[in-house]
């Protein structure tokens, strides 16, 4: 073997370390952000940058019922400095000059279109526009433990779930993650983003607040719900194995979260628990004292609130811009911010949602003692219609009511939200 001579050593040695650093600095890294493409909005030149926001897909789901009254908020407030999103609905109609939604139930068989009474507001809708709708199509309705039956484009909503993920990446192949809320849904961006960075986008990732129909656990999807590139890669290629099967299991089910939850796990992708980050309630029905899952809410970050109505969203929007430790808003800081300031000692025409022990009393004063008298009570409310008394150990914020008077135990608030700490160090999921 010949001897290499001093000045071809060192050349070989310095070709050999060039190589290497250029190895090891243009390896990819799980965390690495992946140049993307270009947004699908343009941004104003106010919004902040990150780097991950830009592989981020956020799918808005609704429907014709409601696409008009409660999509245009977010449009201002939640989406506005999102550089990727769709709306996706029942139906394509243009929301502004330049943003129409999807109709993601257009994938689905045309038997099943046609012939499901499901789609009966669908195709009425198809055939003569949103004219079509009636005063029934547009009744709320109440909610119940299995949903809205009686409403006809609650009905229909549950057959979005599968055909949105198939959609979502027609509309960005490219995303690291999808992000799926509803209209009455509200994320906080910044903790969301941070959340995400501490994940592996090359593995197969299902995040949500986690409900439960019979043996099925699944991320419930008003509360909002993120899933990896491959988590819907898989899922998609799943569904399309036997696509009629599917649609028959949508069809014998009545939630359609559900059915994608169930969908996941058959792709193998399990999901990952996000309760307390992501929420099904609004701040003001939030319990922030008490312990479920074996964790308690209050130092860990807030990423998403439901049931919220437009003037929800604008206040959540103005409330929630920058405060908390470091830059996270925890749910210590919704407590502190936004919801102790309502508590009062007295409060007429308001519902705190007490639903502890009832008992019958002749005044609201007579209520409160019925209050003082339980060592953990927290809070209380009067009915001046049937003399009800409601106590509670938990404390809820409410709602306006008429005939109904509420007061709150503040001493004990404070001692109990000071019994919890400032939080030192913030509590993450994952």
């Not at 409900?211 to 590139?229: E, T, Y």
């Not at 290629?237 to 696509?243: A, D, H, I, L, P």
């Not at 599917?246 to 796990?265: N, T």
């Not at 919704?334 to 519902?351: A, K, T, Y």
Request: hydrophobic share 40%; proline share 7%.
């Amino acid at each position: 073997m010949p001897r290499l001579r001093p000045l071809t050593l060192l050349a070989t040695l310095l070709t050999l370390f060039t190589l290497y650093t250029l190895h090891n600095h243009l390896l990819p890294t799980p965390f690495t952000h992946k140049p993307s493409s270009p947004p699908l909005h343009p941004l104003p030149l106010s919004c902040p940058t990150h780097a991950l926001l830009n592989n981020i897909l956020v799918v808005l789901k609704t429907g014709v019922t409601e696409s008009r009254t409660k999509v245009p908020i977010h449009l201002t407030t939640t989406l506005r400095c999102i550089p990727n999103y769709a709306i996706f609905s029942d139906y394509i109609e243009p929301l502004t000059p330049t943003l129409s939604t999807h109709d993601v139930l257009s994938s689905l068989s045309p038997a099943l279109i046609a012939q499901n009474p499901d789609f009966d507001l669908y195709r009425r809708v198809h055939a003569a526009g949103p004219s079509a709708l009636t005063p029934a199509d547009l009744n709320p309705d109440t909610n119940t433990p299995i949903g809205k039956p009686n409403n006809p484009g609650w009905k229909l909503d549950k057959w979005k779930f599968l055909p949105m993920l198939e959609t979502a990446l027609a509309v960005k192949p490219d995303a690291e993650w999808y992000v799926f809320m509803e209209a009455d849904t509200f994320i906080v961006w910044e903790n969301l983003l941070r959340w995400l960075e501490r994940f592996d986008t090359s593995e197969k990732w299902y995040l949500g607040n986690q409900m439960q129909i019979v043996d099925a656990i699944f991320a419930h999807g008003g509360s909002g719900f993120i899933l990896s590139r491959p988590a819907v890669e898989a899922a998609v290629e799943r569904r399309k194995m036997s696509s009629d099967g599917w649609e028959r299991a949508v069809m014998e089910h009545w939630a359609g979260d559900c059915m994608l939850g169930l969908l996941l796990e058959d792709a193998g992708v399990p999901l990952t628990w996000a309760w307390p980050m992501v929420q099904i309630a609004p701040p003001g029905e939030m319990d922030y004292f008490s312990r479920g899952y074996e964790k308690r809410p209050w130092c860990y970050p807030v990423v998403s609130f439901h049931h919220l109505d437009a003037r929800g969203v604008a206040e959540l929007e103005g409330l929630l811009g920058g405060s908390g430790k470091g830059g996270v808003v925890l749910w210590r800081d919704v407590f502190l911010e936004m919801v102790r300031p309502q508590v009062q000692s007295v409060r007429m025409g308001w519902d705190n949602l007490a639903d502890g022990d009832v008992v019958e009393v002749k005044s609201f004063a007579a209520c409160r003692g019925v209050c003082v008298r339980e060592a953990l009570c927290l809070q209380y409310r009067f009915n001046e219609t049937d003399g009800s008394c409601a106590t509670s150990k938990l404390l809820m914020v409410g709602r306006g009511a008429a005939d109904v008077a509420s007061g709150w135990m503040t001493e004990r608030i404070d001692a109990v939200a000071g019994s919890l700490g400032e939080c030192r160090e913030v509590s993450w999921i994952g």
